[in-house]
């Protein structure tokens, strides 16, 4: 499956979609510049699902990753581990943290060109 770039005009493949997720919006300390690529990778009414709860839309997302960087030990980083695998609008993409500490994987369900819905998932 290849879906169209939120914003370069380029085809755009759920790996690179949700490799940006981790690493762009997950791994970005400032807010300001996660919230921007969040509006580029995610629809605005897009749902994130973690063990924690719930949260829609890009704010609230952008508000959810900032609680949870805090909790996290300084200098920790989210890796891929390998390529997502996706088909029919849904992708999925193992991780794990660089100091070793967590891993998990990321369910996304896409339409168009962008995230709709998130699950992430902690192992």
Do not use: C
């Amino acid at each position: 499956m290849r879906v169209a770039g939120p914003t370069d005009g380029l085809m755009t493949t759920p790996d690179q979609l949700l490799r940006t997720n981790l690493e762009r919006v997950f791994n970005e300390r400032d807010a300001q510049k996660r919230l921007a690529v969040i509006r580029e990778i995610y629809l605005p009414d897009a749902v994130m699902h973690d063990p924690e709860g719930s949260v829609e839309g890009h704010e609230a997302i952008n508000a959810l990753v900032s609680r949870l960087q805090p909790t996290l030990p300084a200098g920790l980083d989210f890796v891929p581990d390998g390529a997502a695998l996706a088909h029919h609008g849904l992708g999925v993409l193992r991780w794990h943290t660089s100091p070793a500490m967590l891993n998990g994987f990321d369910v996304a369900q896409f339409r168009g060109d962008r995230i709709a819905v998130l699950h992430v998932f902690i192992a």
